[in-house]
């Protein structure tokens, strides 16, 4: 039997619609439904929403103005902030975002979107909290479950009346579990599934993501420091691959900006301190730009002022579409040859588990805090040193095989079969879903 949900997220940065694109050919249409831009969507709906991202662009995007820029976009921040975990407390009552957002649902919001999912009784997946409450609120008749996109959670994922609520959790480590348990919703809507990886990286068994991953380790550890130490463990958890093969590229690394275009400054410094090293071809360039035509020209003109045109398509590369989904389809097939993933911590830290190595931009918001924690605790994220100096620590990392081994950490500790759980909970009834030997 064809298993067969609607998958929707939102179109408010990356994050929502990355976790919902691995997820696409469960839905009848092949396509992920964008609720605050679908065909049909009620001209009343999408002012709401549009004014919501709006918001969000606005405020993410005021960490790049010095002083004031940072004061106001913390100010923001402490309204969706991600409380201590500790001491562990009753966390259920409902915030000032949460009552906002129910206010607007109990007002009509998503209305009509719930009655044109309700032509067919199918499951409902949703990476956006908000959908979720929509759905329960409107009467949606099938089940409805819920992926979180970070590796914590504010209040705000949760509903208004967590006990009663039916809607079910897809967790993407062992922290949301527990942060949703403090927030009042019951055990038994609460499933350790892991984040949904694009299948094009992983492949059936893994096969795709560890032939990528042995090609890595040799580019990332040159002096044989890591693999001469763990020997038994790539044999073990690599086993047929041959580590010792030459590469077939030279080191790449991919610096991605977020989907308000904050950072993007980085860039700039990043070309400036390896442009002889691009010049030379010692390595691969991905700038990642993602749909935002601004980025992308900012990239253009910051290799043109370096006087960097002659290497663009052939070791400097900028990643760039005008549709998301065409745009997560580059991006997958670029990281299947980068060996090192520079980006600030956000949804993206799950990738880890692709056997990438992350360089840590600063965190924008409070979830992204709690990201560079498990990101760190994993051993698969290492925070920036100073991108003018680029040239000089990334080398450094990379003869050290300090690289390498954070490449395999995240590979053996973090979860790769998100998509596979995924579908076993919503459709094969199955309530313990995660493998548990990874630690987070």
């Known amino acids: 039997m064809e298993h067969k949900a609607w998958v929707v997220a939102v179109d408010m940065g990356y994050g929502h619609q990355r976790a919902s694109y691995p997820l696409r050919h469960l839905s009848p249409t092949e396509k992920v439904i964008i609720a605050n831009n679908y065909q049909g969507i009620s001209k009343r709906d999408h002012a709401i929403w549009q004014s919501v991202r709006r918001s969000y662009e606005f405020f ?10 940072n004061f106001l ?24 975002q949460i009552r906002q957002n129910y206010y607007g649902v109990r007002h009509g919001l998503g209305r009509e979107l719930i009655a044109l999912l309700n032509e067919q009784n199918i499951p409902l997946i949703t990476t956006f909290f908000t959908v979720a409450f929509m759905a329960e609120e409107h009467g949606f008749k099938n089940e409805i479950y819920l992926v979180i996109c970070d590796s914590d959670i504010s209040r705000t994922w949760a509903p208004f009346n967590p006990q009663k609520s039916r809607i079910k959790y897809l967790a993407p480590c062992r922290r949301v579990v527990e942060r949703l348990k403090l927030y009042g919703v019951r055990e038994k809507n609460i499933f350790l ?16 993501l560890q032939e990528d991953l042995a090609e890595r380790i040799i580019n990332l550890d040159p002096q044989h420091h890591y693999r001469d130490k763990y020997a038994s463990t790539i044999k073990q958890f690599l086993s047929g691959i041959k580590i010792e093969a030459r590469h077939k590229h030279p080191l790449t690394l991919t610096f991605a900006v977020g989907g308000a275009g904050a950072q993007r400054s980085i860039a700039w410094q990043i070309l400036s301190s390896l442009a002889k090293k691009i010049i030379d071809q010692e390595i691969n360039l991905n700038l990642v730009a993602g749909t935002r035509n601004d980025v992308f020209c900012y990239f253009k003109k910051c290799i043109a002022e370096l006087g960097l045109d002659k290497a663009l398509e052939r070791n400097l590369k900028i990643i760039f579409a005008v549709e998301k989904e065409d745009y997560f389809k580059i991006f ?28 840590m931009a600063p965190s924008l918001g409070s979830q992204e805090q709690f990201n560079r924690t498990w990101l760190k605790t994993v051993g698969a994220g290492i925070a920036q040193g100073d991108p003018l100096y680029t040239h000089e620590w990334l080398f450094d990392w990379v003869e050290s095989g300090w690289l390498a081994e954070a490449a395999m950490s995240g590979y053996l500790d973090a979860r790769q079969f998100g998509v596979k759980n995924i579908i076993d909970v919503v459709f094969n009834g199955v309530t313990e879903p995660a493998k548990n030997y990874q630690l987070l």
């Open 60 to 69: 993410s995007r005021l960490s790049n103005l010095p002083i004031v820029g």
């Open 332 to 359: 997958n097939q670029a990281l299947r040859t980068t060996d090192v993933l520079w980006t600030k911590p956000s949804e993206l830290v799950f990738y880890s588990a692709l056997g990438l190595p992350i360089i």
């Open 193 to 208: 599934t892991g984040f949904p990886l694009p299948e094009e990286n992983s492949g059936a068994d893994l096969a795709v």
């Open 73 to 96: 976009f913390h100010l923001m921040d402490k309204f969706q902030e991600v409380p201590a975990f500790y001491p562990k407390r009753d966390l259920s009552r409902p915030n000032l």
